[in-house]
């Protein structure tokens, strides 16, 4: 089959990654500025990185992925992408007028130097940027980190439109990480069902997730406004989750603007859940309702009802940090036995985090930052699996090794729903649960002996 060429055998490899787990920074930035009110991403380099990063969005959410590009020729590859981009900001405004343009570098600009906050100046000075519109701009280099650093860096750039005025506006900030646009409806949802009134950026749902009206609009309805950025600097905290994806950004808002802020982990799961509905209960000083209860007593009860059918399957994870992390824990609450689990995203302090989650597993865990699939699946050659969890390019080994599959994660390129079915929260928790489920019983109903074929399970 396709990968029957893997070996086995397990070398040391340094400058060679096979089928990484990760994407480029630029595809991370250009999903964080869409979840902008009123956005017009911006890549600055040439219109192949452009048409690449917008392609791989677009084959993810189904959904059009609109933006603009320096277009860089011969000319702007040796002396530079000056005149291109402020080109471009004339050209953007006269033509779409967006509420705000959100730059992201790319290999080739950051090559040359292009110096992006000189440029905007130059811009403004020379009135390619009307009054009352905005530019940010954020570093991502394809060259270093991943899309989960490029996603950071642009949210981080979205605190620079922040302007206190002296007056707390007894909002929280939300910063959710890379989820999906239900995702993040989903923790709108939590939040308004405790009380909370929120500031969440960036905020997909009602961008990448509309329904078919047969109206086109540049500019979806959803996304995260341009005065509610402004008001971050005004908020009573911010809850970020993720390390990766959101702590910049919140760690900003706490050293600029002394809005204090907490770190914790993405929601998937019981525990996780838990401790992000007690950091909003404290921050806010609300009660939790009884619908939530309602709802993690529901989770519970799936858990035990099926734990059978959990406990002791071996499972191997492929995926970006924060997720993996709330995802091993999880796994790990209801007896399944994480053994593999790789990022692609470079980053010493993520695998000594699952090493922590693992520490009282029967056995040491296989974990790699900055790893590959080719190394999962040499790893599973040598230890196999029940279970195998990432994005569509994890189907291969799936398939090679025969193993049951769940796609989680970015990208999925090749099944539909994962836009509109979140997986955060209780209700969440009870979607990644059916979708476990299904695999392993489809698995078992596929293998058993007519003996074993069982109607009920």
């Known amino acids: 089959m396709l990968l029957r060429h893997t070996p086995k055998e397990i070398s040391e490899r340094k400058g060679l990654t096979i089928n990484p787990a990760k994407t480029c920074q630029p595809i991370g930035a250009m999903y964080a500025a869409l979840g902008i009110h009123g956005c017009l991403p911006h890549s600055h380099g040439s219109q192949g990185c452009c048409a690449y990063h917008r392609s791989t969005l677009t084959r993810h959410y189904k959904e059009p992925i609109s933006?603009?590009?320096?277009?860089?020729?011969?000319?702007?590859?040796?002396?530079?992408?000056?005149?291109?981009?402020?080109?471009?900001f004339n050209n953007i405004f006269n033509v779409y007028n967006p509420e705000i343009v959100a730059v992201h570098t790319t290999c080739?600009?950051?090559?040359?130097?292009?110096?992006?906050?000189?440029?905007?100046?130059?811009?403004?000075?020379?009135?390619?940027?009307?009054?009352?519109?905005?530019?940010?701009?954020?570093?991502?280099?394809?060259?270093?980190?991943?899309?989960?650093?490029?996603?950071?860096?642009?949210?981080?750039?979205?605190?620079?439109?922040?302007?206190?005025?002296?007056?707390?506006?007894?909002?929280?900030?939300?910063?959710?990480g890379w989820v999906e646009p239900c995702d993040m409806e989903e923790l709108k949802r939590i939040t308004d069902l405790m009380g909370v009134s929120t500031i969440m950026f960036p905020d997909t749902s009602g961008v990448l997730n509309t329904p078919l009206t047969g109206e086109y609009k540049m500019f979806p309805a959803g996304g995260t406004t341009i005065a509610e950025l402004q008001s971050t600097a005004d908020s009573t905290g911010t809850l970020a989750l993720g390390e990766w994806c959101s702590a910049d950004a919140a760690r900003q808002l706490d050293k600029q603007y002394k809005v204090p802020c907490t770190v914790l982990d993405m929601p998937f799961g019981l525990k996780a859940t838990d401790r992000f509905i007690e950091a909003l209960r404290t921050l806010a000083g609300v009660n939790v309702p009884e619908e939530v209860m309602t709802e993690r007593g529901q989770l519970v009860d799936l858990i035990s009802d099926m734990h059978q059918y959990f406990y002791n399957k071996k499972v191997a994870l492929v995926g970006d940090p924060d997720q993996l992390i709330a995802m091993t824990e999880f796994l790990v609450s209801?007896?399944?036995?994480?053994?593999?689990?790789?990022?692609?995203?470079?980053?010493?302090?993520f695998e000594k985090r699952i090493r922590e989650i693992t520490a009282d597993m029967p056995y040491e865990v296989n974990v790699k930052a900055k790893g590959d699939f080719f190394l999962v699946h040499q790893w599973m050659k040598n230890e196999p699996v029940d279970l195998l969890i990432s994005n569509t390019?994890?189907?291969?080994?799936?398939?090679?090794?025969?193993?049951?599959?769940?796609?989680?994660?970015?990208?999925?390129?090749?099944?539909?729903?994962?836009?509109?079915?979140?997986?955060?929260?209780?209700?969440?928790?009870?979607?990644?649960?059916?979708?476990?489920?299904?695999?392993?019983?489809?698995?078992?109903?596929?293998?058993?002996?007519?003996?074993?074929?069982?109607?009920?399970?």
Not at 118 to 147: C, F, L, N
Not at 338 to 347: K, S
């Open 334 to 349: 209801i007896d399944m036995c994480p053994v593999h689990v790789v990022t692609g995203t470079p980053g010493k302090k």
């Open 393 to 457: 390019y994890g189907k291969y080994i799936a398939r090679d090794e025969d193993v049951p599959f769940v796609r989680w994660g970015f990208p999925i390129l090749d099944r539909q729903g994962h836009q509109y079915f979140p997986t955060v929260g209780y209700k969440g928790g009870l979607r990644l649960l059916e979708k476990i489920l299904t695999a392993l019983l489809d698995r078992k109903d596929r293998d058993d002996t007519e003996m074993k074929f069982e109607l009920v399970l």
């Open 108 to 176: 080739l600009s950051e090559t040359i130097g292009d110096d992006l906050p000189q440029i905007r100046k130059k811009a403004i000075k020379e009135g390619k940027i009307p009054e009352g519109k905005h530019v940010i701009g954020a570093s991502t280099p394809s060259y270093v980190g991943s899309h989960v650093t490029g996603f950071s860096n642009m949210v981080k750039a979205m605190t620079e439109l922040a302007e206190p005025t002296g007056k707390k506006n007894g909002k929280v900030n939300l910063i959710p």
């Open 67 to 88: 933006a603009g590009t320096s277009s860089f020729t011969e000319g702007a590859s040796v002396f530079g992408g000056q005149a291109n981009l402020t080109q471009a």
